[in-house]
């Protein structure tokens, strides 16, 4: 996983794992950039939820800062309808 110099200081994962930990797993290639994504992605819309933004609008809101996701990719994403539970 490629990271520009300002992502490098930052663990996406943050919360779920250590920095030390990420840094393990992303040197011997073990993540997933898809999942660190979708996983970005689930929190920014939980956060955006417990804020009170109608899931509409919070999906909305993320398809701009993802203009490559359709609608209901990010709707699958944060309600994770891709089959896994």
Do not use: C, W
């Given at each position: 996983?490629?990271?520009?110099?300002?992502?490098?200081?930052?663990?996406?994962?943050?919360?779920?794992?250590?920095?030390?930990?990420?840094?393990?797993?992303?040197?011997?290639?073990?993540?997933?950039?898809?999942?660190?994504?979708?996983?970005?992605?689930?929190?920014?819309?939980?956060?955006?939820r417990d804020a009170d933004?109608?899931?509409y609008d919070a999906i909305?809101?993320?398809?701009?800062?993802?203009?490559?996701?359709?609608?209901?990719?990010?709707?699958?994403?944060?309600?994770?309808?891709?089959?896994?539970?």
């Amino acid at each position: 996983m490629q990271f520009s110099s300002t992502q490098e200081a930052q663990n996406p994962l943050d919360g779920l794992v250590s920095e030390d930990v990420y840094r393990t797993l992303e040197a011997h290639h073990l993540l997933s950039e898809k999942g660190v994504r979708d996983y970005q992605i689930r929190q920014k819309f939980r956060e955006m939820r417990d804020a009170d933004v109608p899931a509409y609008d919070a999906i909305e809101t993320l398809r701009e800062e993802y203009p490559y996701l359709q609608f209901d990719t990010i709707r699958k994403i944060v309600y994770k309808l891709n089959g896994r539970k």
